[in-house]
C-alpha cells in the first residue's frame, strides 16, 4: 500500500509537471511578441484572456519579483504564491484557500511567469487507495484468520490423536499405540518416538509385575516352611531334644536363604537407583587373581571339581576389587553347582579391543537355547541345575559390569557342555 501510495503520488506529480509545462508553451509565443514590442500590458492581456479559457486546470502569476507581481488569474481570488515558489524550477505548496498546488516556475522577456496545477485529485485518489486498501486488508486478514484456523485444525489433527491416544493409556491399557500418519514429517517422528517411548514403559511395567510376582513367590516359599517348622516344634515341644534340633536347623537354613534373598534384592535396587557406589582404583591384576584362585582352589577341592587360572594381563587396572571378587564368586558359585566331579572351571584373562576380558567356562550341562536369552531375567531359573538359587545372582553379576562401565554375555560352549561366562571392562584406568 505504501509503495502504491508513493509511485501513485510521483507519477501524479509528473503528470502535473508536464501539464504545466504544455501550458506555458502554449502561451509563451502570444506573449514573446507582445514583450518584444515592449507591450507587456498587452502581454499581460493575452494571457488573462487565456487563462480565462483554462480557469478550471491552471492558476496563472506574472511579475518581476516575488513582492510586486504584476497579474494573478482571478481564479487565485487575490491571492499570490508564496516568497517560496521563487527560484524554484517546481515545487508543491499548500495554502488554506487554494489548497494543495504544484507550481512551476518559467522565464520569458525578464519576467517571471508561475503556472499552477491543483492537486486536488491526487488527495482524493490518496483516501480512495487508503479506504479500498484498508479495506483490502481488513479483508485478507479475516480470510486468512479463517484459512489460518482450518489449516491449523487440520495440521493438528494429528496432534489431537496422539493427545487422546496419549491420555487413554495407563496401566490397564499398556498396549495401545498411536496410528503412525502416511507421512515422513515431525509429527510422525514424533509418533514413533512415542511408540518407542511406550513400548519401552511397558516392557518395564511387564517387567516390575514380573518382578513383584516372583519376588513374593521366593520370600513367600521360605516363610511358609519357617511357619510350618515353627508349628512342628510348638507340636514337639515335650519331644526329645534331638528331634527339636532338626527343626531348628531347617529353620535356620530358611531364614539364610531368606536373608540372601533380601540382601541380593537390596543390591539389584541400589545398582537400578545408581546407588551401588564403587571404589574405583588401580589394580594389579596379576596380584587380584592370585589371590581370587587361591580361594576357588579352596572351593573347587571341596566339590572335588579343578581350577584354572589363565592370566595374559601383567598391568594395572582401574576396578573396585570388592565388588569384582562378588561378581566372580558367584560365576563360581553357579559354575560348581552345575559341573560334574572331576571336572574343570576355567578363567582366562586377556585384553581385546581395549577391554580386560575375563572369560569362566564350566563342563555343565549347559542351557537349552530356548532359555539362553532369558538367564540375565531377576528370578528365572534353569530347571537344569542341580541345586536351586534364587535366581538373583547373573542379574547381580551383568549390573556390577555395567557399574564399571563394561558387561556380560554368556553363551554354551561350542565343543562339548558347558558355558562360557564373559566380563568385558574397559582398560581406560590402564597404567
Known amino acids: 500500500m505504501l509503495f502504491g501510495r508513493y509511485h501513485l503520488r510521483e507519477n501524479y506529480i509528473a503528470s502535473m509537471d508536464v501539464l504545466n509545462d504544455t501550458e506555458f508553451g502554449d502561451i509563451l509565443p502570444s506573449i514573446l511578441s507582445h514583450l518584444e514590442r515592449e507591450n507587456p500590458n498587452a502581454a499581460i492581456d493575452a494571457i488573462r484572456e487565456h487563462t480565462e479559457l483554462d480557469a478550471a486546470l491552471f492558476f496563472f502569476q506574472v511579475g518581476r519579483d516575488h513582492e510586486h507581481p504584476l497579474y494573478t488569474s482571478s481564479n487565485l481570488n487575490g491571492i499570490t504564491f508564496p516568497a517560496s515558489v521563487h527560484n524554484k524550477r517546481r515545487v508543491t505548496i499548500t495554502d488554506k484557500g487554494l489548497g494543495s498546488l504544484r507550481v512551476g516556475e518559467y522565464q520569458a522577456a525578464g519576467y517571471d511567469i508561475h503556472i499552477a496545477s491543483s492537486l486536488q485529485g491526487l488527495l482524493v485518489l490518496e483516501n480512495n487507495l487508503l479506504r479500498v486498501a484498508s479495506m483490502g486488508l481488513i479483508a485478507i486478514f479475516l480470510t486468512s484468520m479463517a484459512i489460518g484456523y482450518g489449516l491449523s485444525r487440520y495440521a493438528l489433527k494429528p496432534i489431537a490423536i ?25 509429527v510422525a517422528r514424533l509418533a514413533i518416538l512415542l511408540n518407542s517411548m511406550f513400548d519401552r514403559l511397558q516392557a518395564s511395567f511387564e517387567q516390575v509385575q514380573r518382578f513383584t510376582a516372583d519376588a513374593s513367590h521366593e520370600l513367600k516359599t521360605p516363610l511358609s516352611l519357617i511357619r510350618i517348622n515353627t508349628e512342628e516344634m510348638l507340636n514337639k515341644l515335650n519331644h526329645p531334644v534331638d528331634e527339636r534340633a532338626e527343626f531348628i536347623e531347617n529353620q535356620l537354613e530358611q531364614i539364610d536363604r531368606l536373608n540372601k534373598v533380601i540382601n541380593d534384592l537390596l543390591i539389584l535396587a541400589k545398582a537400578d537407583a545408581g546407588a551401588l557406589k564403587l571404589n574405583l582404583s588401580e589394580q594389579n591384576c596379576q596380584e587380584f587373581l592370585n589371590d581370587f584362585s587361591q580361594d576357588a582352589n579352596v572351593l573347587c577341592e571341596d566339590k572335588e571339581l579343578t581350577f584354572d587360572l589363565r592370566n595374559d594381563l601383567k598391568k594395572t587396572v582401574t576396578f573396585d576389587p570388592l565388588w569384582l571378587r562378588h561378581l566372580l564368586f558367584n560365576l563360581l558359585s553357579n559354575a560348581i553347582s552345575v559341573s560334574p566331579k572331576q571336572s574343570p572351571i576355567t578363567l582366562s584373562s586377556k585384553t581385546r579391543n581395549g577391554y580386560w576380558e575375563l572369560e569362566m567356562t564350566d563342563r555343565g550341562p549347559g542351557i537349552s537355547e530356548n532359555k539362553i536369552k532369558r538367564v540375565f531375567e531377576r528370578f528365572f531359573q534353569e530347571s537344569e541345575r542341580h541345586e536351586r538359587g534364587s535366581g538373583l545372582g547373573l542379574p547381580i553379576c551383568k549390573s556390577i559390569a555395567q557399574l564399571h562401565g563394561g558387561d556380560l554375555s554368556l553363551k554354551n560352549r561350542k565343543n562339548g557342555n558347558g558355558i562360557v561366562v564373559t566380563i568385558c571392562l574397559p582398560l581406560d584406568g590402564q597404567s
Open 162 to 186: 496422539i493427545e487422546q491416544t496419549a491420555s487413554r493409556i495407563s496401566a490397564k491399557n499398556m498396549s495401545e499405540r498411536i496410528p503412525l500418519p502416511n507421512t515422513d514429517d515431525e
